[in-house]
């Protein structure tokens, strides 16, 4: 309200971490984290494919930000929040494989796997992940383990 004193602000999250532009980017892809998830999960471009798509999450894991994973979640599975796990460090990611998801598809399908340390110990996440594109953008929908 104009003339009041304002509320003091809400506890606000921290600002995402973000690594230098020119370090490797944590998805794996060999590639400067400026030309490569950066730009995704700053929304300065939109990723172009499902895959782009997928590893920018991963490394919005990495780097604990659930902005990006929330706004790159579709509107029918997205969780209304999303708490990450601060025991968990991301160690790694490989795409396995991958189904349509280009530029010139409305579904995509990425599975990979992400490896990452719980509580001290080694694991790994395997998992065939399915994207929509919808207004020119990739979400993600949901996630399943493949049947080994
Ligand atoms: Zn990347």
Known sequence: MPGLPSEPSAERPAAPRRPRASSTCPCGSGRGFGACCGPYLDAERTAPTAEALMRSRYTAFALDDTAHLLATWHPTTRPARLDLDADVRWTGLEVLATEAGTADDVRGVVEFRAHHVHAGRADVL???????????????????????
């Open 126 to 148: 395997h998992e065939r992940s399915r994207f929509r594109r919808q207004d020119g953008r990739w979400f993600y929908v949901r996630g399943r383990t493949p049947a080994p």
